[in-house]
């Protein structure tokens, strides 16, 4: 999905993908090299503990048009943790 998500949604996917642990990363600037690494480390350790299915959450906080308020993004992690 390319928009932001309400909580409720981003439960409601990962429940339809039958996800048993979700990644959330919400980088304030473009993703480089070292984020990627840090999202392939997680995922690697996630399997090695007996996860079979994590899913990323990969949500911007924001472009200069649209930011997404800290309560927003605090809701948004309580529904998904």
Not at 29 to 46: A, E, F, K, S, Y
């Amino acid at each position: 999905m390319c928009e932001m998500m309400e909580p409720l949604t981003c439960v409601c996917v990962c429940v339809c993908v039958q996800a048993d642990a979700v990644i959330a990363f919400q980088p304030r600037q473009p993703l480089h090299n070292g984020h990627v690494m840090l999202i392939d480390d997680t995922r690697r350790v996630l399997r090695e503990h007996g996860y079979r299915n994590p899913v990323l959450l990969l949500q911007p906080i924001g472009t200069l048009e649209i930011r997404a308020t800290v309560v927003y993004r605090a809701r948004q992690r309580l529904m998904v943790v």
